[in-house]
């Protein structure tokens, strides 16, 4: 297991897109290893259990690997189930690889994430209404442990700048933009990275580069 101090918290969505869009090391090697994220998002040793209690990416696979042998969906969309499961499935390796740490949260963070993730102690935060376990526990770890965070999550950053206005944190356009400014890939190439993820169900429209070819 890798001693390193994590670079960057992350949460959920960055790690499914940069997964699902086969750029794994890309996150890795812009963010710096090891990243971080809690054991609510990536669980790698929770074995065989139901869904309604696996981690949120095991989830993911689990439900992508269903539709891949579905016999009441169509060829092509069972395909692409099949190619999703196969690309999230990369995190067994990151974690393996010490470029993922797991992190249980301390007594500090339990106390964050149970305000952020109550409909009354959210208000704390900005919020009207509660984060998500995993996007809390993410919020929980990035306070307390003073990790820069990594999300797309407008409701985690409003609460991040309640608690605390100048904590950094990066959303995947910047990454993006920042892997292009370290020389890592170019600008045609952070377009086409952004489109594919926008493919997948990503939210963000605009483009990390939009005056680029």
Same mark, same amino acid.
């Given at each position: 297991?890798?001693?390193?101090?994590?670079?960057?918290?992350?949460?959920?969505?960055?790690?499914?897109?940069?997964?699902l869009?086969?750029?794994?090391?890309?996150?890795?090697?812009?963010?710096?290893p090891? !990243? @971080?994220?809690?054991?609510?998002?990536?669980? /790698?040793?929770?074995? &065989?259990?139901? #869904?309604?209690? +696996?981690?949120?990416?095991?989830?993911?696979?689990?439900?992508?690997?269903q539709?891949?042998?579905?016999?009441?969906?169509?060829?092509?969309?069972?395909?692409?189930?099949?190619?999703?499961?196969?690309?999230?499935?990369?995190?067994?390796?990151?974690?393996?690889a010490?470029?993922?740490?797991?992190m249980?949260?301390?007594?500090?963070?339990?106390?964050?994430?149970?305000?952020?993730?109550?409909?009354?102690?959210?208000?704390?935060?900005?919020?009207?209404?509660?984060?998500?376990?995993?996007?809390?526990?993410? !919020? @929980?770890?990035?306070v307390?442990?003073?990790? /820069?965070?990594?999300? &797309?999550?407008? #409701?985690?950053? +409003?609460?991040?700048?309640?608690?605390?206005?100048?904590?950094p944190?990066?959303?995947i356009?910047?990454?993006?933009?920042?892997?292009?400014?370290?020389?890592?890939?170019?600008?045609?190439?952070?377009?086409?990275?952004?489109?594919?993820?926008t493919?997948?169900?990503?939210?963000?429209?605009?483009?990390?580069?939009?005056?680029?070819?």
């Amino acid at each position: 297991m890798s001693s390193a101090l994590p670079s960057c918290v992350v949460d959920t969505v960055v790690l499914l897109y940069f997964l699902l869009a086969g750029e794994a090391d890309l996150l890795i090697d812009t963010l710096g290893p090891p !990243l @971080a994220t809690p054991r609510i998002i990536y669980d /790698p040793d929770e074995g &065989d259990v139901p #869904d309604t209690v +696996r981690s949120e990416m095991t989830r993911s696979i689990a439900y992508h690997r269903q539709v891949a042998t579905d016999p009441t969906q169509d060829t092509t969309a069972r395909d692409r189930a099949a190619a999703n499961a196969k690309r999230l499935s990369v995190i067994t390796d990151l974690h393996s690889a010490d470029k993922l740490v797991i992190m249980d949260l301390a007594t500090e963070e339990l106390e964050i994430l149970g305000r952020a993730t109550s409909p009354t102690g959210c208000g704390n935060y900005g919020l009207l209404f509660p984060l998500g376990p995993g996007e809390a526990a993410c !919020l @929980a770890i990035a306070v307390a442990r003073n990790l /820069p965070l990594a999300t &797309d999550d407008g #409701d985690v950053l +409003r609460a991040l700048r309640q608690a605390r206005p100048s904590h950094p944190y990066q959303r995947i356009r910047k990454l993006l933009i920042q892997s292009v400014d370290q020389g890592q890939i170019t600008c045609p190439r952070a377009n086409a990275i952004h489109q594919d993820m926008t493919n997948l169900g990503f939210w963000d429209s605009q483009l990390p580069f939009p005056n680029k070819p």
